[in-house]
Structures are given as structure tokens and as C-alpha cells.
């Protein structure tokens, strides 16, 4: 298995709901990523998980929160989100924190409302 | 801070012809990774080609080829063949260790249209 898996594909959420981002990858990689894409711009990295340790927050806003339960499985906890969150999330993976080797899966496309 | 970036928003080629899309990059560090990803609607963000900076050796993947110049901090991508499925937005990006370890930086993006 060389995938990243993302679900689900679609999202549609109101202010006050609270919905999970689900990430999964049975390569083995060691390290784990959430980047947020708006339209026609490159993805911006949010939060690195090494080990299942967080690595690296880019000051993300707290209510994005940010769940690494296993080696296998990446979650993002979403809740009192604003319509500017609206973007495409990508996760990806790569073997360890470091140096290449990176595997996107194709996305939610989270919309707020 | 490291920096790409992409000089070209868009760009188009004919089928069959050859097209190159530029990159330029700005680090301290010597010992990076550099890589073309493909992002075509479907939002799935393909890996095209990969080149470590410590090989001197230009990268190639099928019709896909880099030119790397380390000391100008270039990395152009060149695609021979075109074909209608290399439609996308094609994405620059590094990597290194250091502060950045970790970390994808990208570019802009270049928009490429494949005309028929």
C-alpha cells in the first residue's frame, strides 16, 4: 500500500459544529503532516507529527486541533470555524521527519457556512 | 528564511512540444532536496521528480527532467513530449534540515494548459 487516504473527500460544516478530518497511511512512514490550500496558492504547512509526538505547530488557531492516535492515522479536530477556513486540507507522510520522500493523499475540501 | 519561487504564473504548450517551467530558490543550508510536485484537479498532489542537492547529476523521470544549478539556485523542469494529461498546476518545492527540518517550502505555482 502506497497510499495516503483522506476522508472524507467533502465537508460541509456551520460555525458551531464540530467535525474530524481522518488521515491514514499503511507505508510505515514516521512522520505525519496536515497543510491547508486555498485556491490557486501552494499548500501552507499547520502541524507536524513525528512518532506520533507534535513536531511542529505553525501557529495554527486552537480550534484546529490536531490528533496522532497511532503510527497509522492522522486526525484533525475541527470546531468554531470561520468561512475564511474554507480550503482544501492535504495530509501527507514520509518515512521520518527530514530530508524528502513525501506522500500527499488527495484531500478534504472543507467548507464552512 | 528559505524562498521559491515560480516567475511564471501560467504557461502553455502544444502537444508533442517541449516545455520548461522555472524555479529559483533561495538557503543557506547544503544539504537540501528539491522537488517538481504535479497538482491536477482531481487536488491530488503527485511527486514528478525529486533531486538531491549533493548529486551533481540532473534528475530524470521518463519525459521529465530537471536542470539543477546549484550555485545560480535553479531548478527548471522540462517536459518533452507533452501530452494533454500534463495539464495542471505544477508546484516547486524544498526541503532541508536545519530550522526548516521537516518542512516543504513552495512556490507559487505555474499553471500549465496543454493546447491540442
Known amino acids: 500500500d502506497t497510499e495516503v487516504t483522506q476522508t472524507p473527500k467533502h465537508l460541509v460544516m456551520g460555525m458551531t459544529n464540530k467535525k474530524s478530518l481522518k488521515c491514514e497511511q499503511h507505508m510505515g512512514h514516521r512522520a505525519m503532516y496536515w497543510y491547508k490550500q486555498k485556491a490557486k496558492k501552494p499548500p501552507e504547512l499547520m502541524f507536524v507529527y513525528s512518532y506520533e509526538k507534535l513536531s511542529i505547530n505553525e501557529s495554527v488557531p486552537s480550534r484546529f486541533s490536531p490528533e496522532c492516535p497511532n503510527s497509522s492515522l492522522l486526525n484533525l479536530h475541527l470546531h468554531a470555524l470561520q468561512p475564511e477556513d474554507s480550503a482544501l486540507y492535504l495530509c501527507a507522510s514520509s518515512p521520518t521527519q527530514g530530508l524528502g520522500g513525501y506522500t500527499f493523499g488527495s484531500g478534504t475540501r472543507l467548507t464552512v457556512v | 528564511a528559505q524562498t521559491v519561487t515560480q516567475s511564471q504564473p501560467e504557461m502553455s504548450v502544444q502537444e508533442a512540444e517541449t516545455v520548461t517551467l522555472s524555479c529559483t530558490y533561495d538557503?543557506?543550508?547544503?544539504?537540501?532536496?528539491l522537488f517538481w510536485y504535479k497538482q491536477p484537479p482531481s487536488r491530488q498532489m503527485i511527486l514528478v521528480i525529486r533531486?538531491?542537492?549533493?548529486?551533481?547529476q540532473n534528475a530524470t523521470e521518463n519525459r521529465f527532467s530537471v536542470n539543477f544549478q546549484k550555485a545560480a539556485k535553479s531548478f527548471s523542469l522540462k517536459i518533452s513530449d507533452s501530452q494533454l494529461g500534463d495539464a495542471a498546476m505544477y508546484f516547486c518545492a524544498y526541503n532541508a534540515g536545519g530550522t526548516s527540518y521537516g518542512k516543504l517550502t513552495f512556490g507559487q505555482g505555474t499553471i500549465l494548459t496543454v493546447h491540442p
Open positions: 533531486q538531491e542537492a549533493y548529486k551533481q
Open positions: 538557503t543557506s543550508e547544503s544539504d537540501y532536496y
